[in-house]
């Protein structure tokens, strides 16, 4: 009874024929997926109709305030970089100035510092030479009035010597 013999054809085309159905079962699954998401996005048309035509309506208006804007930031663009290439010789003429005062500043204040260094050094020796002027002094008075005592003993002892 169930004796026909299977070809490889037969079994081809057998695979063929569920590969077949399987294909058009997926397909009427994504066609349902597809169909459901439709109504959602058909439902949610619906419930923002009135914005989405306000928005429609309002569109040209916001575009052409877009488009003024655009060309008010390009004047003022373009004004700005006139401005400034105008102020930039003066800006590298202060930059310039700053530079040289900066160098001035930096110089006197060396030369104050070197300044203040001899006067220093000046203040000192002047205080050690009064300070030894002093001491040779003090000494030398000392020895002065020895020396004059020394004179008068010696006119004194002269005085007896040509008296007698």
């Known amino acids: 009874m ?3 013999a299977f070809t490889i054809g037969g079994l081809l085309s057998f695979l063929l024929y569920v590969a077949g159905i399987a294909a058009l079962v997926a397909l009427f699954l994504v066609l349902i997926n597809v169909f459901k998401i439709l109504k959602n996005i058909n439902e949610i048309v619906e419930r923002n109709q009135g914005e989405i035509d306000h928005t429609i309506k309002t569109l040209p208006s916001i575009m052409d305030n877009a488009k003024d804007i655009s060309t008010n930031v390009n004047s003022i663009s373009t004004d700005a ?10 800006i590298e003429k ?3 100035t700053v530079g040289s005062v900066s160098d001035t500043v930096n110089g006197i204040t060396r030369k104050v510092d070197d300044t203040s260094l001899k006067v ?15 001491k040779t002094i003090s000494l030398s008075s000392n020895n002065a009035i020895d020396y004059f005592y020394i004179i008068k ?12």
């Open 94 to 96: 202060v930059v310039a």
């Open 2 to 4: 169930l004796e026909q």
């Open 81 to 90: 970089t006139k401005l400034v290439n105008d102020v930039k010789p003066e």
């Open 120 to 134: 220093s050094n000046t203040v000192m020796n002047v205080s050690d030479v009064i300070s030894d002027t002093a």
């Open 153 to 164: 003993e010696v006119a004194k002892t002269l005085k007896e010597v040509f008296l007698k």
